[in-house]
């Protein structure tokens, strides 16, 4: 009855499904570790992809990085490559393997059960991290990404060993529940109502790496200690936009810290952004529908990655309430015209 939606996901094989101890954990803490969610193959893939990317095959639009260099003696092209690009936005949109790994069935299964069950594939970044570098702060994602309504997902994918030496995720449990904290001059409207909340305090400085500067941090002291999230290649992290997450530089000497980040929301929010500058009504036309279906504008995989979409015609008969004699409410059927 209603709509139903039968992703062709379905009768997949290797379709993950989602615990109901697995969905109340993400919506209760925020976050949700999928051990092992891609296989060694698909890991390859990814790895392959992050060293082409360190190696400057694949050209980035944009690239952020912390990095001056200090060491100008370095002349191995691959490092100097490397300590310049800490991250690349939206390799996805530039190559093929990136955009298969960002719609990832089974991350998809994932996010279908948790935020969908339509879902748009909004972003992906390839994190380096070499020897040295790396690190963000305090921060929530949806302070930079707004969607209405705001139904944001990050899925880490860790493409190697990661842990506290060379700089994997720290999280604080249950900050999910907290709204996005604004930047100085929004009066808390820049993802909330404006003015809806009496006490929604401005932050500084969010990402930064120094928790004196950071003023977020401030809020995050207000829980328990915050939790290192170390893990193994394959294992996913699927992470609220409202949680309170950050990063350390990675610490080691000798070891880099390789990971694909990818964002999604619920593909029935309307998306006021594009990492690419469209600074126009909708940035909807430019997000992936990954799963599902939508009213809004999207887009199809640039490079012909296979998605499942729901058929129009999955609708089937829908139900109203309608108030009995008695004061009862009952559900009844109304058949769908033909
Ligand atoms: O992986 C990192 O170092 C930071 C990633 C992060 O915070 C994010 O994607 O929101």
């Not at 050209?59 to 260099?69: G, H, L, R, V």
């Not at 998809?108 to 690190?135: C, H, K, W």
């Not at 394959?234 to 949680?243: C, I």
Request: aromatic letters at 10%; proline letters at 7%.
């Amino acid at each position: 009855m209603g709509i139903t939606y039968t992703p062709k996901s379905r009768n997949r094989d290797g379709r993950y499904l989602v615990s109901v101890k697995e969905y109340t954990q993400y919506h209760r803490d925020g976050y949700l570790i999928v051990r092992g969610l891609l296989s060694k193959e698909d890991i390859d893939r990814l790895y392959d992809l992050a060293e082409r990317t360190r190696a400057g095959s694949i050209k980035p639009k944009e690239t952020t990085s912390s990095y001056q260099p200090e060491d100008e003696e370095n002349k191995d092209p691959l490092k100097a490559e490397f300590v310049q690009q800490t991250r690349v936005h939206m390799v996805s949109r530039l190559d093929a393997t990136a955009e298969w790994g960002m719609l990832h069935p089974r991350i998809l299964d994932v996010t279908e059960a948790i935020i969908g069950p339509d879902v748009y594939a909004l972003q992906s970044m390839m994190f380096l991290n070499p020897p040295g570098r790396g690190g963000q702060g305090w921060h929530q994602d949806s302070y930079y990404i707004k969607t209405h309504p705001d139904t944001m997902i990050g899925a880490w994918i860790a493409l190697e060993e990661v842990d506290e030496d060379n700089g994997c995720l720290w999280v604080v449990p249950g900050s999910n529940h907290e709204p996005i904290y604004p930047p100085e001059g929004y009066g808390g409207g820049n993802v909330h109502a404006l003015d809806a909340f009496k006490d929604l305090k401005a932050v500084a400085n969010v990402s930064h790496l120094d928790d004196e500067v950071n003023t977020l941090s401030k809020v995050v002291a207000n829980y328990p200690p915050p939790i290192p999230v170390p893990m193994k290649p394959g294992d996913v992290l699927f992470f609220h936009s409202h949680l309170f997450h950050r990063s350390f530089p990675n610490r080691t000497a000798d070891r880099y810290r390789r990971s694909y980040v990818c964002h999604y929301c619920n593909a029935r929010s309307w998306i006021p952004w594009d990492h690419d500058g469209y600074e126009g009504e909708t940035g909807n036309y430019r997000q992936i529908l990954a799963r599902g279906r939508t009213h809004l504008p999207y887009a199809a995989p640039a490079f012909g990655t296979e998605v499942y979409l729901s058929e129009a015609d999955d609708e089937s008969d829908s139900v109203r309430m309608m108030g009995m004699e008695d004061g009862m409410m009952m559900p009844v059927v109304q058949k769908k015209e033909q």
